[in-house]
């Protein structure tokens, strides 16, 4: 017969086991996860920057009544610089509407008469919302919560798991935080920045975005207010990153659509795609410098698509053939 005190160790040391197997088959913390994504961040964007790649952009104005009144097409080159990218225009495509007439045009900022508001947003439209000087890639950081400072507006829900392109990805939700209350965590923390209500799919091995969908959950930003007035909605975008190597992504896909009406006599549904494609490697005369990215493999697994570079060194890139 069995000792009663060793059954009793033998039932807890069963329960210690069951229990540590359970914690080892449950999800990552998304705070984890979400850390991890932020610290990411800037290591991406400077190996995007090793990169010469084609970039189209489509921009569509319709009336109230579904009538497209303009539209504009743009191809770009894309070319790495010491501090972000270069975009250089190969090709530009334009047409308006007037008097039932689709009327082309092929160079950028056209006025066809002098308060031709179109003409005007249209332009302001794609430097704002794709050809943001303070981001690397062109894409406002506001727009979507990635970044360590843009995560601060936010909470984050872990719902689970799935594959996304044939990767395992971990599904994330994602509002604005509170602006006051016992939700607020961090001392001195206001809350209430963020805009956007939205799901995030990040992958699970490298801890990268690979597709992130927003739509205004309160609020306008300032700078949409400044660009298209105060009465805008279904406002909403979408990012898609593709993976080209080891902790290599680059977003692929972007694009947003919404109603605007300005005044009270302009009203229009305003929509964007952008699409990147023809990636090629950039000649690296000088190296970069940056943190291991965050794996749950062992980075000797996974280990960058070229030299790993000098500390504290610069970059000069010129294109390759």
Same mark, same amino acid.
């Given at each position: 017969?069995?000792?009663p005190?060793?059954?009793t160790?033998i039932l807890? /040391?069963?329960?210690?086991l069951?229990v =540590?197997k359970?914690? =080892?088959?449950s !999800? *990552?913390a998304v705070?984890?996860?979400?850390?991890?994504v932020?610290r990411?961040?800037?290591r991406a964007?400077e190996?995007?920057? %090793?990169?010469?790649y084609?970039?189209?952009?489509?921009?569509?104005?319709? +009336?109230?009544d579904?009538i497209?009144? +303009? $539209?504009e097409?743009?191809?770009?080159?894309v070319?790495?610089t010491?501090?972000?990218?270069e975009?250089n225009l190969t090709?530009?495509?334009?047409?308006?509407?007037?008097?039932?007439? &689709?009327i082309?045009?092929?160079? !950028? +900022?056209?006025?066809?008469k $002098?308060?031709d508001?179109?003409? *005007?947003?249209?332009?302001?439209?794609?430097?704002?919302?794709?050809?943001?000087?303070? %981001?690397r890639?062109?894409?406002?950081?506001?727009?979507?919560?990635?970044?360590?400072?843009?995560?601060?507006? &936010?909470r984050?829900?872990l719902?689970g798991t799935?594959? &996304?392109?044939?990767?395992?990805? &971990?599904?994330?939700? /994602?509002r604005?935080?509170?602006?006051?209350?016992?939700?607020?965590e961090?001392?001195?923390?206001?809350?209430?920045?963020?805009? #956007?209500?939205?799901?995030?799919l990040?992958? %699970?091995?490298e801890?990268?975005p690979a597709?992130?969908?927003?739509?205004?959950?309160r609020?306008?930003?300032? #700078?949409?207010?400044a660009?298209?007035?105060t009465?805008?909605?279904?406002?909403?975008?979408?990012?898609a990153?593709a993976r080209f190597?080891p902790?290599? #992504?680059?977003?692929?896909e972007y694009?947003?659509?919404?109603?605007v009406k300005a005044?009270?006599?302009y009203?229009r549904?305003?929509?964007l795609a952008?699409h990147?494609?023809?990636?090629?490697? %950039?000649?690296?005369?000088?190296?970069?410098s940056?943190e291991? !990215?965050f794996?749950?493999?062992?980075?000797s697994a996974?280990? !960058?698509?070229? $030299?790993?570079p000098?500390?504290g060194?610069?970059s000069?890139?010129?294109?390759?053939q």
């Open positions: 017969m069995t000792n005190k060793a059954r160790a807890a /040391f069963g329960a210690l069951t =540590a359970l914690h =080892a088959q !999800p *990552e705070e984890s996860i979400m850390v991890k932020a990411n961040q800037d964007l190996m995007r920057s %090793a990169f010469v084609h970039q189209e952009l489509l921009i569509r104005f319709k +009336r109230s579904g497209t009144c +303009r $539209e097409t743009r191809e770009f080159t070319t790495p010491p501090k972000g990218s975009k090709r530009f495509q334009g047409g308006y509407l007037k008097d039932k007439t &689709y082309a045009y092929t160079q !950028p +900022r056209y006025h066809y $002098e308060l508001l179109d003409g *005007e947003l249209i332009t302001d439209f794609a430097k704002d919302f794709t050809d943001d000087q303070a %981001a890639d062109g894409l406002a950081s506001d727009l979507f919560p990635l970044t360590r400072t843009e995560q601060e507006k &936010y984050f829900t719902k799935g594959t &996304y392109h044939d990767r395992s990805v &971990y599904k994330i939700s /994602f604005p935080r509170p602006k006051t209350g016992s939700d607020l961090r001392p001195g923390d206001q809350g209430g920045e963020g805009c #956007w209500d939205g799901e995030l990040v992958d %699970a091995t801890y990268q597709l992130v969908s927003t739509h205004l959950a609020g306008i930003p300032f #700078w949409v207010k660009l298209l007035g009465d805008v909605a279904h406002l909403g975008f979408k990012v990153y190597g902790n290599l #992504w680059f977003p692929v694009g947003g659509e919404f109603k005044v009270f006599f009203k549904s305003m929509a952008l990147n494609n023809g990636f090629k490697r %950039a000649e690296v005369t000088t190296a970069l940056y291991e !990215p794996n749950s493999d062992d980075d996974n280990p !960058p698509p070229h $030299e790993t000098a500390q060194s610069t000069h890139t010129s294109p390759v």
